[in-house]
């Protein structure tokens, strides 16, 4: 179910979880509460009808009154009827209902007497609307309401119009009346004011609320990937057990980072004194040849691809040596995990960056025939070279050689579950779109500091990255619808709705970032959102 909000977006009311921003929440409370009022006026109405013909009063005022009271009843009963689903509330019915009341009001107050107690009926309703709707038209039904008393009140007073109320008091002169009148125009401006900063101040609080929620969040993801960081980083420190050994033209030194399968080293070469990372499988693992050779296939490609924004392989040791290994630069600066957990988010600028040249190092990839297949925060890495900071892609150690007639991972998968595509966590066939998918992953998570998967077990992860779509990002940042549409192409859960290129998926981006995307693009997002919309968790 849905309705249309005063700024023209489309509203789904089948659940308190659906709604996002502090708008919405207001919206749905005001959705609920019209409909209190208006069955409240509808009963009221059914009731009121009855009892008119009983009373005496100026016949001409008398019909004026119940004329106006029974249509006031029919419309109020309709309004009821189409308010049983949430998408029957639109603000142009609620203004049209409205006037039927305001029109009954007066009729009522002409009825009763202008200057009795009858009169209490207009700051009720004011409130109640300008609590309700937008601004200009809450100015609007003032304006009719203070207008209209004022003039009525004006007539009576001047003796151009007869009071024919009910409880009109003859008797009255004219200065008491005229202090009646200021009185409950002087209410009339309080109520509307009154409604117009509660409404504010509830506006405020909510958003006030969300902001505290969405930091929350962002710290809780932030210290569980801190966890993760600090496990890993217990696991090593110091020296390790080849420190000092010379491995190919290097002499190891203290162990800078250890894996599953095994250890990076910082090598000093033993000519230059320049210094790599060396990475070296465990012991036990050497003995698992088909390990052996996708460590060295991950050196083979790395070494072909020679771009910035790939790390460089410096030196390979083959399987003829006493121990194989890889040594390649040595990285100054940081990844991004690392970055985020310092930094929370990215702006868009630094992501614009970061998805450009990540996107150049792996259009050099698939340009090879290679797919990543573990892009992560962690595999991909900021650094600080003499020419400026630069993005850069790490470890290969799972990819696929594209044209290849059998991979050595095959029916295993592998990967990291909270950046996998769709279709490797399923064990399918994955092309180069599986790394646009993780990138996709990245850019939700540098953007609004949360992860758009995960939180659980690996099973409940799979299941998200497989079936379900994270919160909307808007809903969790500042930033243009376009983006909403930007990251559902580029975390579609089939291949072939995603961009072709990491280029264009770069480009898509900036545009998004501006307001500028390609409406072929926001009507694809939209097509993919009505059949896996944003998830509400």
């Known amino acids: 179910m849905s309705v249309t909000l005063p700024t023209g977006r489309s ?20 959705v609920a509460r019209t409909r209190s009022i208006v069955r409240m006026g509808f009963g009221l109405g059914l009731a009121g009808v009855p009892i008119i013909f009983v009373l005496g009063g100026d016949p001409l005022a008398k019909s004026a009154y119940l004329a106006s009271l029974v249509l006031t009843t029919i419309t109020t009963g309709i309004y009821a009827w189409l308010l049983r689903a949430d998408e029957g509330y639109s603000n142009g019915r609620s203004l049209f209902v409205g006037a039927f009341a305001l029109a009954s009001s007066f009729a009522g107050i002409y009825y009763f007497g202008a200057f009795s107690a009858a009169t209490a009926i ?19 039904i003032y304006a009719v309401c203070a207008g209209i008393y004022l003039l009525l009140a004006t007539l009576i007073i001047s003796g151009a119009l007869r009071d024919r109320g009910l409880l009109a008091h003859e008797r009255s002169d004219n200065p008491t009346r005229i202090v009646l009148g200021i009185l409950l125009e002087s209410v009339l401006l309080l109520s509307f004011v009154s409604a117009r900063v509660a409404r504010q101040a509830a506006l405020t609080a909510i958003e006030r609320h969300d902001v505290a929620i969405k930091r929350l969040a962002q710290r809780e993801a932030l210290l569980e990937e801190a966890k ?66 996708r460590f060295l296939r991950e050196a083979q490609i790395a070494a072909s691809l020679h771009v910035p924004n790939v790390v460089s392989v410096l030196e390979i040791g083959d399987l003829s040596g006493p121990m194989p290994f890889i040594a ?15 930094h929370g988010q990215l702006s868009p600028r630094k992501i614009s960056k970061l998805v450009h040249q990540i996107g150049e190092g792996l259009a050099a990839a698939h340009a090879a025939g290679i797919v990543h297949r573990d892009l992560k925060p962690t595999n991909v890495f900021l650094a600080k070279t003499e020419s400026g900071d630069v993005w850069k892609i790490l470890d290969f150690g799972v990819s696929k050689l594209i044209n290849a007639e059998e991979s050595m991972t095959v029916d295993q998968v592998i990967g990291t579950p909270e950046y996998m595509a769709p279709e490797q966590a399923l064990g399918k ?42 919160p909307r990002p808007t809903a969790l940042v500042s930033a243009h619808e376009d983006v909403d549409a930007l990251l559902c192409i ?28 390609d409406p072929a693009l926001r009507a694809k997002a939209a097509r993919l959102l009505a059949t896996n919309a944003w998830e509400t968790r």
């Open 490 to 517: 580029a975390m579609a859960k089939s291949p072939d709705d995603r961009f072709d290129t990491a280029q264009e998926l770069a480009d898509a981006f900036d545009a998004a970032v501006k307001g500028e995307l």
């Open 122 to 140: 207009l700051p009720f309703g004011l409130f109640f609307f300008s609590s309700s709707q937008s601004l200009r038209s809450t100015i609007i």
């Open 429 to 470: 066939p994955v092309t180069g779109r599986a790394d646009l998918f993780a990138l996709g992953v990245i850019i939700y998570r540098a953007l609004t500091g949360q992860r758009a998967f995960g939180g659980g077990n690996i099973t409940e992860t799979l299941y998200q990255v497989t079936l379900t779509m994270p």
């Open 328 to 342: 390649m630069e040595l990285l100054e600066g940081e990844d991004l995990a690392d970055h985020l957990r310092r």
């Open 11 to 30: 509203l789904s009311l089948a659940s308190a979880g659906a709604v996002n921003t502090a708008a919405e929440t207001l919206h749905v409370q005001e």
């Open 228 to 293: 993760q960081e600090l496990e890993r980083a217990l696991a090593f420190s110091g020296l390790g057990r080849f420190s000092d050994t010379i491995v190919g033209s290097f002499k190891l030194g203290k162990v800078i980072g250890r894996g599953a399968m095994g250890e990076v080293y910082d090598g000093a070469h033993t000519t230059t004194g320049a210094h790599a990372a060396v990475k070296l499988l465990h012991t036990h693992v050497l003995a698992k040849g088909d390990i052996v050779k």
